[in-house]
């Protein structure tokens, strides 16, 4: 494959060098010219790759181990700042480029508007496609302050491409009234809890296409300080692992994820970013097959 865009030689732990025998690829989108509180979840990405190097290679969980998984970091796309709209093309040719040579892609945000080329392309592969959204923000608003391009309309804008009951949402604790209206009319939400609502749920995704997009904000505070917009109230990171790995147990066909809106700057503790790690590390060897 070859790349227009450069990329940094920063590496999640253990990844391979060539890209042609891969399974997966991770990416990083590092984007924030959207959010509506506070920037730097463009650094994101990069912090995310360093913190896995405190990683164990093995996962008790699992039972499996990364040294085990053929997959490929390309680094993070070369965006240009401020042009929100040119980002997200890139990120949608990098990853149609990315499904047509039949790999999985693992996308490193970022604001989480990074996700919505990605669900573009992804459903253009597999137009049965359904959405597990993991999130304290229900980011189903048309708009934000004038501006349709933002990090509180990527679900929303998903749901108007697939249908909204396609889509599944969890954790979410925050939004507006009109965002919650039409998440109770529209969207298959499961407000403020993570693993119980999943486990019920993801029986009817057994046999289908599913991309799964995780905001570490849904989270609380205590757990992930770094982040743009911190919501009190949120769930703990054993609860998210174990998300994770009651979708990879599940008989749905997971065909790409990614995690989002890791901003390191909030964190002197690097809490965010190292649990950030391992929930990269849990998704790669439970949904690559």
Request: glycine share 8%.
């Amino acid at each position: 494959m070859k790349l227009d865009q450069k990329y940094s030689g920063n590496v999640f732990i253990y990844s391979s060098e060539d890209y042609e025998s891969a399974k997966a690829v991770i990416y990083g989108m590092p984007m924030d010219y959207t959010v509506s509180f506070r920037p730097g979840s463009r650094f994101g990405p990069a912090r995310v790759r360093e913190a896995s190097i405190g990683l164990e290679e093995y996962s008790p969980y699992l039972d499996k181990s990364i040294e085990e998984l053929n997959y490929f970091d390309a680094g993070d796309l070369l965006l240009p700042f401020g042009n929100a709209a040119k980002s997200l093309d890139i990120i949608g040719e990098f990853v149609s480029k990315l499904l047509a040579d039949g790999k999985f892609p693992v996308g490193l945000g970022g604001e989480h508007l990074v996700s919505w080329p990605v669900i573009q392309e992804v459903y253009k592969k597999y137009p049965d496609l359904a959405i597990i959204h993991i999130d304290a923000h229900a980011d189903l608003r048309e708009q934000y302050e004038g501006e349709p391009l933002s990090h509180s309309t990527p679900i929303r804008k998903a749901a108007e491409l697939m249908g909204g009951k396609n889509i599944y949402q969890f954790g979410i604790r925050s939004g507006s009234r009109e965002e919650w209206t039409y998440a109770r009319e529209n969207i298959n939400f499961h407000p403020f809890d993570v693993a119980a609502p999943l486990k019920s749920v993801l029986p009817e995704l057994a046999g289908r296409p599913v991309y799964v997009t995780i905001d570490i904000d849904v989270l609380d505070p205590s757990c992930a300080p770094g982040t743009g917009t911190a919501e009190a109230g949120g769930i703990t990171s054993k609860e998210l692992l174990e998300a994770v790995h009651l979708i990879a147990r599940s008989e749905a066909n997971v065909v790409g994820c990614d995690l989002v809106e890791v901003a390191p700057i909030y964190d002197p503790t690097e809490q965010t970013p190292i649990t950030a790690s391992k929930i990269i590390r849990e998704m790669l060897l439970g949904f690559v097959k």
